[in-house]
């Protein structure tokens, strides 16, 4: 794993002073950059031809903890009142990082460029009020800090460029929950992501989490009923299953691609349920060919999402089986990989009392201990919690088998 630069930079022949960047010379180390970034688009300026590579140097300091133990956190939770009893909860737990949203679920940045000029302005939203302290409290405090970029899921985008959008009947198509969602069989869009989660990685955040890497689900259904293009991928001897996953494959290829000059872990947010199958034939998710371009990946395995499965009728109801089962099924998925990503599964803090009575059951410390016990028994260390509010238990262990 990439936890430091001094590597890259040394092998490149290229050092970052006061934030600048000066150029080594030398045949041999012009060699070594240009083999190294044959790949790699310059994007953020101009520099000398024989400089193929740079090394970003954010001002800030941070290092990979022994094992990511992260929990969610909105903007507003970020910009506002609740930051300092999440950071007190980090600090007095064994919690160690944060996932804060950059670009978020309706497709709003979460904060206020400093570049006027910004081609982000018109979707800025001022919650974070202040990212460069916030940085620097990440810093202090010692917490790993991961930016979310909600992808492909962007009703803002959708309805500002309705020709990158699903369309029906000449009108932007929406889901049951009104959320509009971009195609990611353009690479427009692509561009467009991958260029705030660059604006992210010189913000300081050592990783970048790309959430919503996919069609919208049950897409299946209705993949020749909607109006969209399929850009670069029409005529593709291959039927639109195979076409849907190979975009989003793509795609993530493509922005690790990109991201590797700011050196940043990339991750990627995936349904569990993928893993149990070859592909997800709706929503273009391929579990292990995901994981073969990510450091991280991150299963979504909260136990309320699951229908009877793992021979286990009500899953939310026994929250340890079912994160134990799933544990061993993407073990041995991983285990087929020649690069085997980290896991770093989402788990739950919730109580889902949607699912109706006898299909849930309260969540507090014990449940959520239960699932991370369940990880760890089967070499799972990372994790991350999800509280859609940002309200989490506490009073629970999160290292149990530390003790």
Avoid: C
Avoid at 178 to 195: H, I, Q, R, T
Avoid at 207 to 213: G, K, P
Avoid at 375 to 380: A, K, V, Y
């Amino acid at each position: 794993m990439k936890k430091m630069i001094g590597g890259l930079v040394a092998a490149v022949g290229i050092f970052v002073l006061g934030g600048t960047l000066v150029q080594a010379e030398g045949e041999e180390v012009l060699q070594a950059a240009q083999h190294a970034t044959k790949k790699v688009e310059m994007q953020t300026r101009e520099l000398p031809i024989s400089i193929a590579r740079f090394a970003f140097d954010s001002g800030y300091t941070f290092t990979y903890p022994d094992a990511v133990r992260g929990i969610y956190v909105t903007g507003h939770s970020a910009g506002g009142e609740r930051f300092p009893r999440l950071l007190d909860l980090l600090n007095k737990t064994d919690l160690n990082a944060m996932v804060i949203d950059i670009k978020d679920d309706h497709g709003y940045l979460t904060y206020i460029p400093e570049e006027e000029d910004s081609p982000f302005m018109d979707i800025a939203q001022p919650y974070i009020k202040d990212p460069k302290e916030m940085m620097k409290t990440l810093e202090e405090n010692e917490v790993y800090p991961i930016g979310r970029i909600v992808v492909f899921k962007d009703t803002v985008l959708a309805k500002k460029r309705p020709d990158l959008s699903f369309q029906e009947n000449g009108k932007v198509w929406v889901n049951g929950r009104e959320e509009a969602f971009v195609s990611p069989f353009l690479k427009e869009v692509w561009d467009y992501n991958v260029d705030i989660a660059i604006e992210a990685a010189k913000m300081g955040f050592q990783e970048i989490q790309f959430d919503y890497v996919r069609f919208p689900e049950g897409f299946e259904n209705r993949d020749t009923s909607l109006e969209y293009t399929y850009g670069e991928y029409k005529d593709l001897d291959m039927d639109n299953v195979q076409k849907r996953v190979e975009a989003v494959t793509d795609f993530v290829e493509y922005a690790r691609e990109r991201l590797e000059p700011y050196n940043v872990q990339v991750s990627v947010d995936i349904f569990g349920y993928t893993a149990t199958l070859p592909e997800a034939p709706g929503i273009g998710q391929n579990f292990s060919r995901i994981s073969e371009h990510v450091d991280v990946i991150s299963s979504m395995i909260y136990p309320s999402h699951w229908t009877a499965y793992f021979g286990i009728e009500k899953p939310d109801t026994e929250p340890y089986k079912l994160i134990a089962e799933y544990s061993k099924l993407e073990n041995a998925k991983l285990d087929e990989l020649e690069n085997r990503p980290v896991s770093r599964p989402w788990i739950q803090d919730f109580t889902a009392s949607w699912l109706g009575a006898g299909n849930y059951i309260p969540y507090g410390p014990k449940e959520v201990e239960d699932q991370i016990r369940a990880l760890n028994e089967n070499g799972i260390d990372e994790y991350l919690i999800w509280n859609a509010g940002n309200s989490y238990t506490e009073g629970l262990d999160f290292t149990p088998l530390n003790d």
